[in-house]
């Protein structure tokens, strides 16, 4: 008679070995994605987002210790969570929701509004005033569609619009994170700040996954670690445009660093000859004529400290945001934060190139622009 008992050990064995095999390779697979075993092939993910387009950029060997394609969904989740919460439309924003509350009311907002906002006073408060997230009601005001234009606000407009901006009027409590507005019609506005923050945050989500090798691009604004991994570490590679061209007017290499730029390239109007373009001058409560026509900041650690700064200096031109470098460098800024202006005047581009050194120094060159 057939053995049952022993058949029955027998296919227990097997399976009990199978089982152990499995065990043992899938232990391999895990301790392996440990170690970066999927970092192996690049990714490259473009999306919409904020108005604009944005890139995550995960290069062969970014040492990512998950799968390469979710390490990139979590850093895009990261600015999707951005424009949700500090985009002036949509139900489930606090900007929203703040600018539709009336005044002297209290809401609470989300952890990183709250953190974008405290970082807008600041810059605010050490500007001078240069940088201010209130100046929505004027911006308001105008198209910034770059056309010509006959239409432009009745003095009676502007000087209501103006009433209702200015960065002291935020009431805010610490606990609870909570906002309040002091007057009634203001509007805040984080379009100067947020693109730079989502880059880092997105950033902040692939180097927690392991990412040495990484490049984030929101509209332009850049958040980079490390370089291009390979024989030679290649850094990344970018450029500025010329502001009244389509030509790349200056080519630089970043490693470990932050870029950000603001300007009239796109976002302008033009009435009875002159350009306006989107940045508000908080002083005068207008848009911007005769500043710089663009402003370009590397700075070696923040995309929210180099956008902020790029529009600070946009708003403080070429005098003023030199004075402003001078004030802070060995405060606001760090070594090595650069500034490349460019002033397009009579005869062409002028290019002023500012840098903070260890030593809370900064140097500045200017000189007439040339394709590099």
Known sequence: MPNF???????????????????????????SAGRGWFSS??????????????RITLPEGSGVTIDPELAVAEAEAAVARVNTLMSPFGDASDIKRL??????????VDPLTWRVVMESLRWHRLSGGAFDPTVGPVKALFTFDGRETDDFPSDDALADARSRVGADKLRFEREGMRLSWAADGMRLDLGAIAKGFAADLA?????????????????????????????????????????????VIERFELVDGAVATSGDYERFFVHDGVRYEHIIDPRTGLPMTEGPAS??????????????????????????????????????????????????????????????????????????????
Not at 226 to 247: L, N, Q, S, V
Not at 363 to 369: D, G, I, L, P, Q
């Open 5 to 31: 008992d022993a058949g029955m050990r027998s296919r227990s064995l097997g399976r009990t070995f199978l089982i152990a095999a499995f065990a043992m390779m899938l232990g391999y697979y895990l301790s």
């Open 41 to 54: 092939g690049p990714v490259v993910r473009n999306f919409e987002t904020m108005n604009t387009y944005g």
């Open 99 to 108: 600018n539709e509350t009336p005044a002297g009311t209290w809401i609470a």
């Open 203 to 247: 950033m902040e989500s692939l180097i927690r996954n392991g990412a040495r090798h990484a490049l984030v691009d929101i509209g332009g604004e850049l958040r980079a670690v490390g370089g291009k991994p390979g024989d030679a570490r290649e850094p990344w590679r970018a450029g500025i445009r010329h502001p009244r061209d389509d030509d």
């Open 295 to 372: 402003v370009t900041v590397i700075h070696p650690t923040s995309c929210l400290a180099a956008d902020a700064l790029a529009t600070t200096m946009c708003v403080l031109g070429e005098r003023g945001g030199e004075a402003f470098l001078r004030d802070q460098a060995l405060g606001l800024l760090s070594s090595g934060v650069r500034v490349v202006m460019l002033l397009a005047e009579e005869g062409g581009v002028r290019r002023v190139e500012m840098l903070v050194d260890a030593e809370g120094g900064v140097t500045v060159e200017s000189a007439a622009a040339s394709l590099r």
